[in-house]
């Protein structure tokens, strides 16, 4: 399995609406352990979660299904894999 930081920035128009929507999308992933954390920005234009997923293709997949991006909610989004080495939350190896 591998990590993704997946940022977006909000359309402002719309993204409250959604809101509930999409919340509810990411506490479902949190639950089968794709998502391991997530949240908006403290300015408010956007937000950050941590996905993990077998690939970039499996992850294209399941962040096409958020809410947020059906609803036409993201103004833009950025995918970048990530390499946790460090920190509480890490399996000990």
Do not use: N
């Not at 929507?21 to 391991?36: C, I, M, P, Q, T």
């Not at 294209?60 to 080495?85: C, H, M, N, T, W």
């Amino acid at each position: 399995m591998a990590w993704f930081l997946v940022e977006i920035r909000y359309v402002q128009e719309k993204y409250a609406e959604v809101r509930p929507a999409h919340r509810a999308f990411l506490a479902d992933l949190a639950e089968k352990g794709v998502v391991a954390l997530g949240g908006p920005l403290a300015d408010g234009t956007g937000g950050i979660t941590l996905y993990q997923a077998e690939d970039e293709e499996a992850l294209q997949k399941i962040i096409d299904q958020d809410p947020y991006f059906l609803e036409g909610a993201v103004a833009e989004r950025s995918v970048r894999g990530f390499e946790p080495k460090i920190g509480a939350w890490l399996p000990a190896q």
